[in-house]
């Protein structure tokens, strides 16, 4: 069994309020696209990986989810972000984005890592479904001249007697 499918209500970080402010905003943050055929990161089984990876950083985006649900009742007559409308979410997202605090880049290291690990969204990539290791990927050879500039500066370390 996978961490998705152990995860108990109990287990989750968030309260559910809080969860349903996150499916908001990660919906937002990647919606669901019907040109390429790939679910959005509000998606059930992408939502509830990323509920399992944001565990170790839950007291962050706990925190980071309440500024943002009373940001949206200041600015929105007492109406919460989960309850705005799809337009109004995404203007609050594109404010956010341009503010780089902790709780947003932790947030879209998480929705990031969770999304394209979803078969569906690889299988849209024309990624071959599978682990990227032990077979790896095939990476064409490039030009090696661009190393150069490292080269000359030398190493950047001590020696250590082993």
């Known amino acids: 069994m996978s961490n ?3 995860l108990l209500a109990s287990d989750l970080p968030l309260s559910e309020p809080q969860r349903e402010i996150l499916r908001a905003l ?11 055929d790939t679910p959005g990161a509000n998606d ?3 939502f509830k990986d990323i509920l399992v ?3 170790p950083d839950a ?22 972000f989960a309850d705005l409308i799809a337009s109004d979410q995404r203007v609050m997202v594109e404010k956010l984005s341009q503010a780089l605090n902790p709780f947003l880049r932790t947030l879209v290291r998480i929705i990031a890592q969770c999304y394209y690990r979803d078969d569906r969204v690889m299988k849209a990539l024309g ?4 682990p990227p ?4 990927f095939t ?3 490039g030009d090696w001249t661009l190393l150069e500039p490292v080269r000359r500066r030398g190493k950047l370390y001590r020696e250590v007697d082993v």
């Open 139 to 141: 990476v064409e050879e």
């Open 127 to 130: 990624m071959e479904l599978r």
């Open 4 to 6: 998705q499918e152990t």
């Open 133 to 136: 290791f032990p077979e790896g």
């Open 26 to 36: 990660v919906g937002s943050i990647i919606p669901a696209s019907k040109d390429y």
């Open 59 to 80: 007291d962050i985006v706990a925190s980071g989810l309440e500024d943002i649900n009373q940001q949206s009742m200041r600015n929105h007559n007492g109406v919460g």
């Open 53 to 55: 990876t944001v565990h």
């Open 44 to 46: 059930p089984l992408i």
